[in-house]
């Protein structure tokens, strides 16, 4: 680890870590006593190698520090010549990146929509002053009002504890131990928290949810690097099984595919991608993967790779700069994409990605749904990190580059958000509308390597016919949220915004402390002139499952003596795993609306079809929402299989 650029007020924060990663765990004599030690759930005959968790590995470029006791302003004294940004086009302007002009697969041709930011630009909320934990892993968990956060457990220190004394034993012989929670469930209607023991560390994980709605974590640091942890039961506890995946998964990235079965791509010191084996089980070896290898430069711009499950069942996975589909059946590269240029988007230039909404529009089971990939932020130059670690904070990009994944030789296709963001969030609102959140204009992510915070969210209407409001900036937030900062849509249409932390452990005077105000973004379709206009789902309204291709009705209240089919919208929504900017699995989908009629006054029955297939729709939990003149009802949770 490098040490020559730390300014001296850093040094304790050095041995502080130091004296962290070399400290010795605890060794059970065997596997068996392991088990029993800290596992007593698992079940018998699980063979584990104690020593993963005690397993050392030297610390790569993007744990060194930053100053997190410097000036938020210092970027201004810093001559930086090359600070380009994003060159080129205006605000307005939309172009090919490839050929110019509209290549054959930019942009699908998509009802126009109305967007009513303009009348109000939503508001945050301050919710709860503690999270417990940082939040820089979030999930709404489903049929519940919790959402899952946790961050670490190698800083052995959070802001709440275990319940009734339980502690995690650090070392048998002296008798150190862990007392502090490192993973909570958040009431996100009482703010209530629950606790819940994590014994192999998360740091920079990734994750998802199974089909029966459990959480199904891989990967992190150290002893955690290849572990696959499970959350389930009743009471909610983790299983983890440490050695479970066969290469360390360190800032990877899990996606569930159309069978049913989750990828786990990339990492450090991982070019490869697995799938999760079934519980209890271990893989024996990984599949080389070329692609992460080529993309590999000196700043490690191929982190946290975007992975997204195409609607032909191949996979999208984009990695600095390029992009391919691979086949998970035959673990074969099917095709490559043509690079997207202007800079490196993966982390840590950390830009931000979504599978914008699937829009079903036939009855057909074997219909293609036409996929399209959105790819904003990151940064123009290769060694953003690098420049960082030396105080020179590089503006981050503000383009966007979208592209068409289902159709022959398409190209990337440009658009210019009004501002660059780094380390920023994406999620998909119920309406189909993105929000862009959270984040930077300068740096890259780390700990201290970003300055400038991007307060405020944007809007990005991607069917808008105006590019004046293809982009709409929103009511800022006051609270910074940077590195380790996530945001997750709740069932009933808000935005929970909590984390950042851009520091090596919980350190609250620092330029950008340790983050543990959880904020609600009220987006705009909560403007409270036309709150007497949205629908609302009636309760036991909704079938709970949903089967591929069935017709289905959904009863809703809704305050309109007239009303146009075009005008109705069913979305589902698969909740996304956020961290560092990725949202693993996230997914909407607007499903086939045959009719709504009229049942009595004031009541509609919205028949829709189910989604075609599992490669449209994989089996699992979705949130669903009626959606009436681009104002959602509340969601109902289904189960698609």
Avoid at 10 to 19: G, Y
Avoid at 94 to 117: C, R
Avoid at 206 to 215: A, D, K, Q, R
Wanted: net charge negative.
């Amino acid at each position: 680890m490098e040490l020559s650029f730390l300014r001296p007020s850093l040094l304790f924060l050095c041995l502080f870590f130091l004296s962290v990663s070399s400290h010795e765990q605890p060794v059970a004599d065997s596997p068996a006593e392991f088990l029993a030690q800290n596992h007593p759930a698992d079940p018998p005959g699980q063979v584990v190698d104690p020593n993963m968790l005690n397993e050392k590995k030297v610390l790569g470029p993007h744990e060194k520090f930053g100053d997190p006791f410097g000036n938020p302003q210092d970027y201004k004294d810093k001559k930086l010549p090359d600070d380009i940004g994003t060159p080129g086009l205006t605000k307005t302007e939309t172009k090919d990146f490839v050929a110019g002009g509209i290549s054959p697969g930019a942009a699908p041709e998509v009802e126009a929509e109305i967007s009513l930011a303009d009348e109000f630009k939503g508001k945050f909320e301050l919710f709860s002053e503690n999270s417990g934990v940082n939040a820089m892993h979030a999930l709404v968990m489903p049929n519940s009002d919790h959402v899952l956060m946790y961050d670490a457990t190698i800083w052995r220190i959070s802001n709440i504890t275990m319940p009734n004394g339980e502690c995690r034993i650090l070392d048998k012989n002296t008798g150190e131990k862990d007392c502090y929670a490192h993973s909570v469930l958040f009431n996100t209607k009482t703010k209530e928290l629950i606790p819940l023991m994590l014994h192999t560390d998360t740091w920079c994980s990734s994750g998802g949810l199974t089909l029966e709605g459990n959480i199904v974590s891989t990967g992190g640091f150290q002893g955690g690097a290849n572990t696959v942890r499970y959350l389930e039961g009743t009471p909610l506890n983790w299983k983890e099984y440490p050695a479970a995946l066969s290469a360390p998964r360190w800032y990877s990235t899990q996606a569930q595919l159309a069978d049913g079965r989750m990828i786990v791509v990339g990492g450090r010191d991982a070019q490869s991608f697995e799938y999760i084996p079934q519980e209890g089980t271990s893989n024996q070896k990984p599949f080389f993967f070329d692609f992460l290898k080529q993309t590999f430069d000196p700043d490690e711009n191929n982190l946290y790779p975007f992975v997204f499950l195409s609607t032909d069942k191949n996979v999208f996975i984009f990695a600095n700069n390029r992009s391919v589909l691979l086949n998970p059946d035959t673990n074969a590269v099917v095709k490559e994409f043509p690079v997207l240029p202007g800079g490196h988007r993966n982390y840590p230039a950390s830009g931000m990605a979504v599978l914008l909404p699937l829009v079903v529009k036939t009855n057909e089971p074997n219909e293609v749904v036409e996929a399209e990939v959105l790819v904003c932020g990151g940064s123009a130059h290769i060694d953003s990190y690098t420049a960082a670690s030396k105080d020179m904070f590089y503006e981050a990009l503000e383009d966007c580059g979208r592209l068409m994944i289902t159709t022959p030789n398409s190209n990337w296709r440009k658009e210019l958000m009004p501002t660059p963001r780094i380390m920023g969030d994406m999620v998909i609102l119920p309406t189909g509308e993105i929000l862009m959140m959270n984040g930077a204009k300068r740096g890259a992510a780390g700990w201290g390597f970003a300055r400038e915070p991007n307060f405020a969210p944007v809007l990005f209407n991607y069917n808008s016919p105006d590019k004046k409001q293809l982009f709409v900036e929103l009511t800022p937030s006051t609270i910074p949220r940077m590195y380790h900062s996530t945001s997750v849509v709740l069932p009933d249409g808000k935005v929970l915004v909590a984390g950042s932390n851009t520091n090596n452990g919980y350190i609250y005077d620092a330029m950008y402390p340790t983050e543990l105000r959880v904020e609600k973004f009220i987006p705009p379709y909560f403007d409270p002139k036309r709150a007497d206009k949205k629908p609302k789902i009636i309760p036991d309204g909704c079938p709970k499952n949903i089967a591929f291709g069935q017709e289905v009705t959904v009863k809703i209240e809704l305050k309109e003596a007239k009303i146009l089919l075009e005008n109705f919208k069913v979305s589902i929504y698969v909740p996304a795993f956020t961290t560092h900017g990725v949202s693993m699995n996230q997914r909407l989908i607007m499903l086939l609306v045959k009719d709504a009629v009229l049942v009595s006054e004031g009541r509609y029955d919205v028949k829709v079809m189910g989604p075609p297939n599992s490669a449209v729709a994989p089996t699992g939990y979705y949130m669903l929402s009626v959606v009436h003149n681009m104002l959602p009802s509340e969601t109902v949770w289904v189960q698609i299989k």
